[in-house]
């Protein structure tokens, strides 16, 4: 009796290396699978096969050659082609002259039905006719390796593989689909290459991708075959800036608790011909291929828009700018300008005048009542700030502070530092942060931040437009004290004068219409005089525009209260106490103080004002 060890790639090829070794037909051996190994990196597989001649085959031959010497030639093997595979050794298909035998190679856990449907599906395929659907699933509740004529003998059609491409809508991917060969010829390397030459892609093939899919037997799985190159569109041009143009400085808060609001670095200085920006070009971009072989042209950088302002100058290419004067350079209006600065040695007041500069104002001594400072950059006041007026386009930095005596009046279009604020009334479209507030009307569009060693707001009117964060607000005297937040108070001083204004328009045209009616009927009883009628006229057409503009007034009240209902910023932090007698109002929702909070943070949830933990 003779026997073999071999090994394939699958169960099939294994098989036919060792029948044609033995010289065996495959109903003359027993066949038992020793090894199955898959290669997880080069997602190889192999088989290892033990293949035993059969011992009734041995003694029938031995008898046979006793009997009969003419009968020493054994008949040649019969297989029509190898047999072929469907789910990876699951079954497979034999050809013989006694008919088509099916044979379970390894057990599945697919059910019966989902098995019958792969065989016939297969079998459809290699065009078997005449099938016995029962000897099928006979076949399919036998033990494995047991075969099951499924069909009379009929010659096996040979199908080759086949090749698919398809190309990504931009054109910069090719895919390909390779179908295994059912008895026919397998697609090589050069099948390949022919097919996507036919296909017309010609860039970014992968051969060593192709050489893998057919090497490892990759079939009906769609891979990424070749690839383009995408252009690289150009960039804009832009300005390449050397020097700080937007500074963000806060008041360093000491080891003592106490707040340093002189060493703010908030001015940016230049000298004279110093090198302020540069222009950097718009680039062309680099071309991109598709994986025809087409250049792909990419878009071109747009140039940037010239920001040459006050006291800048250009080189002769235009392409770098430079201060013309000694000063603090500043963006205005989407232009870089050099603003000089102004300096006041003593204090603002009669010897000097109200003071009007377009450039950045620095006052050493103080401001005195009466008197108006206003400057198109920073102001500066080292001194105090007394019953005056400071009007800037940007910061006001005063480092000490104003008492404003009810009489003093600030407005900045940048942030507000302070080291205190007393009886004054305040508008910042930025922040404001001080020391402390007392008895003040102060707004920020953004945030109120009272820091420091006292860190109180008492009294008055506190508005910002995102946070209000203190140490203490209020005293336990209760003195009352507003503190808003959430809503833009810019926006909501024009929401309360439009409600205003519709009001009275209201009233207007109800006695508008009241006139009209009166008039008509009149009219209808008399003729009018021509006074009356000219009235009439002059009646209809105000009413007429008055109804027009109080429909539009109605709809900007009506977005204004939507967009408030949609808003959820809005806080308040007390990281010490909030005492009774404060009235806080986010949003829409206010809340009265009558009992002391400590370390909280109040904000909104559900239309409601609620009381949370302190949050930094």
Do not use: W
Not at 415 to 429: C, D, F, M, R
Not at 505 to 530: A, F, R, V
Request: aromatic content about 6%; charged content about 30%.
């Amino acid at each position: 009796m003779k026997d073999i060890i071999v090994e394939g790639k699958n169960y099939e090829a294994a098989l036919s290396k060792g029948l044609e070794e033995l010289k065996l037909k495959l109903e003359e051996v027993e066949v038992e699978i020793l090894e199955e190994k898959t290669s997880l990196i080069l997602k190889k597989k192999s088989i290892r096969l033990k293949i035993s001649e059969k011992q009734e085959n041995v003694e029938k031959f031995l008898l046979n050659s006793e009997l009969n010497n003419e009968n020493e030639e054994i008949q040649p093997q019969a297989m029509e082609a190898l047999s072929l595979y469907l789910d990876e050794d699951f079954f497979r298909i034999d050809y013989l002259p006694e008919g088509v035998y099916m044979t379970v190679t390894r057990a599945t856990e697919k059910n019966l039905q989902e098995k019958t449907k792969e065989v016939l599906d297969y079998l459809e395929k290699k065009s078997v006719i005449e099938l016995n659907i029962e000897a099928i699933h006979e076949c399919l509740g036998k033990n494995i390796g047991e075969p099951t004529k499924i069909a009379p003998y009929q010659e096996e059609h040979l199908l080759d593989g086949s090749i698919v491409i398809s190309i990504s809508k931009d054109r910069l991917q090719a895919y390909v689909v390779i179908t295994k060969a059912l008895g026919g010829k397998d697609i090589t390397f050069e099948d390949a290459k022919e097919a996507l030459r036919e296909k017309g892609v010609l860039y970014g093939i992968d051969e060593k991708k192709i050489n893998t899919i057919l090497y490892n037997s990759i079939f009906d799985e769609e891979i990424l075959i070749a690839e383009g190159k995408e252009p690289q569109h150009g960039e804009n041009g832009r300005i390449l800036y050397h020097v700080a143009i937007h500074k963000q400085s806060k008041p360093q808060v000491l080891e003592d608790g106490t707040v340093n609001f002189k060493q703010l670095d908030l001015i940016t200085n230049v000298k004279k011909g110093q090198l302020l920006a540069e222009v950097i070009p718009p680039t062309d971009g680099i071309c991109g291929m598709d994986v025809f072989g087409n250049e792909i042209t990419p878009q071109k950088g747009k140039p940037t828009k010239t920001i040459l302002g006050k006291n800048v100058v250009e080189s002769e290419d235009g392409l770098k700018l430079y201060s013309k004067v000694e000063g603090q350079v500043l963006i205005k209006d989407g232009k870089l300008h050099v603003s000089e600065v102004y300096e006041v040695s003593g204090d603002v007041g009669h010897a000097t005048g109200n003071i009007k500069f377009n450039g950045k104002v620095v006052v050493k001594g103080n401001v005195k009542s009466g008197f108006t400072v206003e400057a198109d950059g920073d102001i500066q006041v080292n001194g105090v700030v007394e019953g005056a007026t400071l009007i800037a386009k940007g910061d006001i930095i005063l480092n000490r502070g104003i008492q404003g005596n009810n009489q003093s009046y600030l407005e900045c279009e940048g942030s507000l530092v302070a080291k205190y604020i007393e009886n004054t009334k305040i508008k910042s479209l930025e922040n404001i942060e001080s020391d402390c507030i007392l008895h003040s009307d102060v707004i920020a569009k953004k945030s109120i931040t009272v820091v420091g060693k006292r860190g109180l707001i008492v009294g008055g009117q506190v508005r910002a437009g995102e946070e209000i964060r203190a140490k203490v607000i209020g005293s336990h005297m209760g003195t009352n004290t507003k503190i808003e937040v959430g809503i833009d108070p810019e926006e909501k001083s024009n929401y309360e004068k439009m409600k205003l204004e519709v009001s009275e328009i209201e009233k207007n045209l109800s006695n508008l219409k009241k006139t009209i009616e009166l008039l008509n009927k009149m009219g209808k009883n008399s003729s009018l005089e021509e006074s009356k009628k000219e009235l009439l006229v002059k009646s209809v057409k105000t009413y007429d525009y008055l109804k027009e503009n109080y429909k539009e007034l109605k709809d900007k009240l009506k977005r204004f209260e939507l967009r408030a209902q949609d808003l959820s910023r809005g806080k308040v932090h007390a990281s010490i106490k909030i005492y009774p007698g404060v009235k806080v109002s986010i949003l829409n929702a206010a809340r009265h103080i009558y009992d002391e909070l400590s370390m909280c943070t109040l904000c909104v949830k559900e239309g409601e004002i609620i009381i949370g933990p302190y949050e930094k």
